[in-house]
């Protein structure tokens, strides 16, 4: 990574390993919607894959960090300016809704017509399709949805933030800014218990947005800090401490839950915002451009496989739930049909087939959809500063 003369990182190579938190995150989230296909089994290999895969849903987590911290940062460095609000709604607008729609319509009206499956095309025919086209599916969790768009509810939660925050950040001064992260932050796994009290299925306290917001505010909130001296103090002092105390935290939860599965009720309430503390000092680490920055991190989220996979991780996102649904009737009795050690090598084949194809997608769909449609970004919406 190349520096200034002064030692410091240049602004644009000190966001390079966000790409990599990207590229890693979208990988183990499709390790972890691929890998249930290997079912159940008492052999130590097969149950060890089964419980690493189970925590991937940690991904997801990562994710809206990085999108709290990359979104306030933007809303900050441009408020007050003239094209404070179309700017930033066009771009995520040509962002976003292109390859999302395309993807949507694939699955929900052209795929019932293809369906080798009578009760596959039945069942999406018997959805709540709309929730979808208006980006609330999270809301509707227990209703009947559609397994191959089962993912994109914390895409409506990302849609959901991104119409309300910018009003937000362009009404609400820093100081009140940030006290509002650190409230949303210890009330968020208040809102979580009483969700799960309530009687409500599991999922809702799972998939609802005020469910996230502690992950949503953590990233603001190290955006926030990272853009004033004493912030940047602030955050060097108490990043490690902080990743430190979420880490040992996350480890009882495992040595309690043995495992850290994601419906389980202490890890939904507490390991949901360990998690969003753990990846709020990650991304932390990864923007540093002073003397203790973590050269050896930041050096491995920039290498050019996570680099790749970061660049085209919306689309792979996408993507890998319809491909793995496809794949399952077809795959799915083959990686089941051998025991440990061969089931394991079955499934890592399995896996492997799904990230190819996966990445094959997001390329194809980069070429044709979305590369275009950046490219109207500075043309029609450029940014505000």
Request: hydrophobic share 55%; with cysteine; glycine share 6%.
């Amino acid at each position: 990574m190349s520096t200034t003369a002064d030692g410091a990182q240049p602004p644009g190579a000190r966001l390079l390993p966000l790409d990599g938190v990207r590229g890693l995150a979208v990988l183990i989230v499709v390790i972890h919607n691929s890998a249930w296909i290997a079912g159940e089994s008492v052999h130590f290999l097969l149950k060890l894959a089964g419980a690493i895969a189970a925590t991937g849903w940690i991904g997801v987590q990562l994710f809206f960090v990085l999108s709290g911290f990359l979104i306030t940062g933007i809303l900050l460095d441009t408020r007050g300016k003239p094209e404070y609000f179309h700017s930033f709604y066009i771009r995520r607008v040509l962002r976003i809704f292109p390859l999302y729609y395309a993807v949507i319509a694939l699955t929900i009206v052209v795929a019932p017509l293809l369906a080798w499956s009578p009760a596959w095309a039945d069942a999406i025919r018997h959805s709540h399709r709309w929730a979808y086209w208006v980006y609330v599916q999270n809301w509707v969790t227990t209703s009947p949805g559609i397994d191959a768009l089962s993912h994109t509810w914390s895409l409506a939660v990302e849609e959901q933030f991104y119409l309300v925050w910018p009003l937000v950040v362009w009404l609400v001064g820093r100081r009140s800014l940030t006290t509002l992260c650190l409230v949303a932050m210890m009330c968020t796994p208040l809102i979580r218990l009483a969700l799960r009290l309530s009687g409500m299925d599991q999922n809702t306290a799972y998939a609802f947005t005020f469910a996230r917001w502690d992950a949503l505010a953590a990233g603001a909130l190290v955006a926030l800090l990272v853009r004033d001296d004493a912030g940047r103090m602030l955050l060097a002092r108490w990043r490690g401490p902080s990743a430190a105390l979420a880490g040992i935290g996350v480890v009882a939860l495992v040595a309690v839950e043995h495992g850290f599965h994601s419906f389980d009720l202490y890890v939904q309430v507490i390991g949901q915002s360990l998690i969003a503390i753990l990846s709020a000092s990650l991304i932390a680490f990864a923007v540093e451009d002073g003397p203790q920055a973590p050269k050896r991190l930041q050096s491995f989220l920039s290498t050019d496989g996570l680099r790749t996979l970061g660049k085209y991780s919306y689309a792979m996102y996408l993507f890998h739930q319809p491909i793995q649904q496809l794949l399952t009737p077809v795959l799915g009795d083959w990686v089941r049909g051998a025991d440990t050690p061969w089931r394991l090598a079955r499934l890592a084949l399995y896996l492997s087939l799904v990230l190819f194809l996966t990445f094959v997608a997001a390329l194809v769909s980069w070429r044709i959809i979305e590369k275009p449609c950046l490219d109207l970004k500075d043309r029609i919406a450029p940014r505000a500063s």
